[in-house]
């Protein structure tokens, strides 16, 4: 599934691809990727004729701002973008097609068939769902180490599901919460009422510097996701833990595991991240060479 910085480039690359550009004609060969309004025939007779002029993101949702309109997409686990020649073959799992009126057009991909849109008036998705329940943005100015303290210090929940919550904090996704909490020595077990304040100080920074480089080479390729231009994000060759089990730990040298918390597969060095109160199940052998 993408995650923030995904979504960030292909936000982006949208923005580049599509921004200034009048659509003339929607297609919807899929009417339940249409969340609202409840007819796709209805959806697609109110952005004939209208032009975009800048794509925007909220959490892992992109907000594509037209004159008078917003169009709200989820790419869910494989929704894609893509800008073509309207006379290019269209793929199959093609199911919306916005056409311009410059002889391109942008289409939707969805082999999964899970993605949504939603399209409001100005002014009106941020206040309803989906968009209305969401936390924090972690890449934002307003994203203060205050902030975050004030939003997640006081639960008592296991911190790796807190920050997976998408009503505390948005974006963050399965592999950017297991680098954060590696980064910043923190078992993702810990119930977030025991870190301490060099703990928060820690995972604060370790959050914005995850996200941050993962933006910056473009998001990772973990399954099939590709931006918005086709072309693979490069931060799967920088992770640190995520899909590293067994393997060994660049800090310690000791062995990473993978365990399940919160339902979701969970990488972990347990000697880098020692659970308190455990500490003697933590150690770890030196590994034998
Ligand atoms: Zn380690």
Redesign the pocket.
Same mark, same amino acid.
Do not use: S, Y
């Given at each position: 599934m993408p995650e923030l910085p995904e979504v960030e480039t292909v936000r982006r690359t949208l923005n580049e691809l599509v921004g200034g550009k009048r659509i003339e004609r929607v297609t919807v060969t899929l009417p339940r990727i249409i969340q609202r309004p409840a007819e796709p025939e209805a959806f697609a007779a109110a952005l004939a004729g209208h032009t975009i002029q800048t794509v925007e993101r909220r959490g892992k949702f992109l907000r594509i701002l037209l004159d008078g309109l917003v169009l709200v997409s989820h790419l869910r686990m494989e929704g894609r973008y893509g800008v073509y020649r309207q006379d290019e073959p269209v793929e199959l799992h093609t199911h919306v097609r916005f056409r311009f009126d410059d002889g391109t057009e942008l289409r939707y991909k969805d082999v999964r068939q899970f993605g949504t849109m939603h399209l409001f008036a100005p002014g009106e998705d941020l206040a309803n769902a989906p968009l209305n329940k969401l936390g924090l943005e972690p890449l934002d100015d307003a994203f203060t180490l205050q902030a975050f303290k004030r939003e997640v210090a006081h639960r008592t929940t296991k911190i790796k599901p807190l920050l997976l919550n998408q009503a505390h904090i948005v974006g963050l996704g399965n592999i950017y919460v297991d680098e954060a909490l590696f980064t910043a020595g923190i078992h993702p077990e810990r119930a977030a009422d025991t870190l301490k304040a060099p703990d928060w100080a820690r995972l604060y920074d370790a959050i914005r510097a995850t996200l941050g480089r993962a933006v910056d080479a473009g998001g990772s390729s973990i399954k099939s996701y590709v931006n918005g231009q086709g072309e693979m994000g490069m931060f799967q060759h920088q992770l640190l833990i995520y899909g590293r089990e067994d393997g060994a /730990?660049t800090? #310690?040298g000791?062995t990473i595991v993978k365990t399940v918390v919160g339902g979701r597969g969970t990488h972990t /060095?347990p000697? #880098?991240q020692p659970l308190p109160g455990n500490r003697l199940k933590a150690k770890v052998k030196p590994r034998a060479k």
């Open positions: /730990c800090r #310690c000791g /060095c000697a #880098c």
